[in-house]
């Protein structure tokens, strides 16, 4: 990754508990706006996951070997604040995913604070495509744990996760 004027990097973050279809559709319309992406994995203190801060990463870096976006995506874990991570990697914007209204006030809530804090990187708000705008992880966990069909909702590597883990899960 270059650090040149003309090299526009941003970071993606988030819990990624587990990486949707709906994440990977936002990586897809990021990488055709930036040069590279960053995808941040955050470890939030103030969340309890399912799957622990490593699975995580690892499950994010899985997906994005999949899709085929590796010469153009980076995962990386992080903790601290975002708008710290976007000073150190020089990111001109963050990336941010809206899927209703209801998340506007909380998503418009962080971009003013990151602006504040870290006035280089502009926060992008892009929508998934529209047959992921319904979908969370939380609702994947949920359909997951009472048997449903996740499939078509997740990248394969994270379906075989999350059904391993949870028949771990139903065995202790």
Same mark, same amino acid.
Request: hydrophobic share 45%.
């Given at each position: 990754?270059?650090?040149?004027?003309?090299?526009?990097?941003?970071?993606?973050?988030?819990?990624?508990?587990?990486?949707?279809?709906?994440?990977?559709?936002?990586?897809?319309?990021?990488?055709?706006?930036?040069?590279?992406?960053?995808?941040?994995?955050?470890?939030?203190?103030?969340?309890?996951?399912?799957?622990?801060y490593?699975?995580?990463?690892?499950?994010?870096?899985?997906?994005?070997?999949?899709?085929?976006?590796?010469?153009?995506v980076? *995962?990386?874990?992080?903790? @601290?604040?975002?708008? $710290? !991570?976007?000073?150190?990697?020089?990111?001109? /914007?963050?990336?941010?995913? %809206?899927?209703?209204?209801?998340?506007?006030?909380?998503?418009?809530?962080?971009?003013?604070?990151?602006?504040?804090?870290?006035?280089?990187?502009?926060t992008?708000?892009?929508?998934?495509?529209?047959?992921?705008?319904?979908?969370?992880s939380?609702?994947?966990?949920? *359909?997951?744990?009472?048997? @449903?069909?996740?499939? $078509? !909702?997740?990248?394969?590597?994270?379906?075989? /996760?999350?059904?391993?883990? %949870?028949?771990?899960?139903?065995?202790?």
């Amino acid at each position: 990754m270059s650090d040149s004027p003309e090299h526009r990097l941003a970071l993606y973050p988030g819990t990624f508990d587990p990486v949707t279809n709906g994440h990977m559709s936002l990586i897809e319309r990021a990488i055709r706006l930036f040069d590279t992406v960053v995808v941040a994995v955050a470890k939030n203190a103030g969340k309890q996951p399912f799957f622990t801060y490593d699975e995580r990463v690892e499950l994010m870096n899985g997906a994005i070997d999949e899709a085929g976006f590796n010469s153009r995506v980076k *995962v990386i874990g992080f903790t @601290g604040l975002l708008a $710290d !991570l976007a000073k150190e990697y020089h990111a001109v /914007a963050i990336v941010r995913g %809206l899927r209703a209204v209801s998340d506007f006030e909380y998503e418009f809530q962080m971009a003013l604070m990151n602006r504040k804090l870290a006035r280089e990187a502009e926060t992008v708000f892009l929508m998934p495509s529209l047959s992921w705008v319904y979908l969370s992880s939380t609702i994947v966990r949920d *359909v997951a744990r009472h048997g @449903g069909e996740i499939g $078509d !909702l997740v990248p394969p590597n994270v379906e075989r /996760a999350l059904r391993s883990k %949870l028949a771990d899960n139903s065995k202790a």
